[in-house]
Nanobody
Framework: QVQLVESGGGSVQAGDSLRLSCAVS??????YAWFRQREFVASTSWGG???DYADSVKGRFTISRDNASNTVYLQMNNLKSDDTAIYYC?????WGQGTQVTVSA
């Protein structure tokens, strides 16, 4: 059974940083992505060789993966109030339960 479990969310001030983690169990995937609500945020594929970002987070967010531990990360720097959302990890047709990120101005 495939499970994606996010962690690392929280409440921070604008300008702060957070790192989200997505622990994947059951199998590994070629590609992973982070979404917030229904908005695409970032993706990684081909073992991490290829990444893509929404324009709104380019230069501030970095997606990465640790293939050894089957974990996907989203490093979020210079957070803004517009980044407030529930963040979800996604792979193929599997979704995590989400982790709340709240950024206060």
């Amino acid at each position: 059974q495939v499970q994606l479990v996010e962690s690392g969310g929280g409440s921070v001030q604008a300008g702060d940083s957070l790192r989200l983690s997505c622990a994947v169990s059951g199998r590994s995937f070629n590609a992973y992505a982070w979404f917030r609500q229904r908005e695409f945020v970032a993706s990684t594929s081909w073992g991490g060789a290829s990444t893509d970002y929404a324009d709104s987070v380019k230069g501030r967010f970095t997606i990465s993966r640790d293939n050894a531990s089957n974990t996907v990360y989203l490093q979020m720097n210079n957070l803004k109030s517009d980044d407030t959302a529930i963040y979800y990890c996604h792979a193929l047709d599997s979704w995590g339960q989400g982790t709340q990120v709240t950024v206060s101005a």
